[in-house]
C-alpha cells in the first residue's frame, strides 16, 4: 500500500466544540474553541474573519505574555483548544459590543481544510467551562 497521495483517508478531519466569547467590556474580545482532528493528517490554523472585527489575530501566551502568531497546529488524531490563559481568538477594535445571549460568527481558515464557519455565543463576562466541568466532576 502506498504512502500519501491523495486517498481519502489521509485528510484532516476537523470537527469544532465548546465554542463561546465571553461579553467584552471594551473594544476587544476574545474567542474559544476546541478544534478535534479526527484524521490521519495534521492541519494548522491560519487565520479568522468575523465580521465583528476587521482585525481578528490569533494569539497564544506563553509566560503569561500574549504574543500574536501565524498560525496553530492541529495534530492528526489530535486537537487545539484555545481557552481562558492560553491560545486564543484576539478580536482588535470591534465594531460593536455583543450583549450576553448573542451569536458572532467567525470563520476559521486552515491550511488544508475548507474553511469552517462557527457561531460564537456570547456568555457572562466571567465564563469558564473549564472551571464548570471541574465542579461537575
Do not use: W, Y
Request: some cysteine; proline content about 7%; glycine content about 8%.
Amino acid at each position: 500500500m502506498a504512502l500519501g497521495g491523495c486517498s481519502s483517508g489521509s485528510e484532516p478531519e476537523l470537527k469544532v466544540s465548546g465554542a463561546f466569547m465571553p461579553q467584552p467590556a471594551t473594544d476587544m474580545a476574545a474567542g474559544f474553541l476546541t478544534i478535534e482532528n479526527t484524521g490521519d493528517s495534521a492541519d494548522r490554523l491560519t487565520s479568522v474573519t468575523s465580521p465583528l472585527s476587521d482585525d481578528v489575530q490569533i494569539h497564544e501566551t506563553k509566560d503569561q505574555k500574549m504574543r500574536q502568531v501565524k498560525s496553530f497546529d492541529i495534530p492528526a488524531g489530535g486537537e487545539l483548544n484555545l481557552e481562558r490563559g492560553g491560545s486564543h481568538i484576539m478580536f482588535m477594535a470591534i465594531k460593536e459590543k455583543p450583549a450576553q445571549g448573542d451569536k458572532v460568527s467567525i470563520e476559521l481558515r486552515f491550511e488544508k481544510s475548507d474553511p469552517v464557519k462557527v457561531e460564537l455565543p456570547v456568555e457572562a463576562p466571567n465564563h469558564n467551562p473549564k472551571k464548570h466541568q471541574a465542579l461537575g466532576d
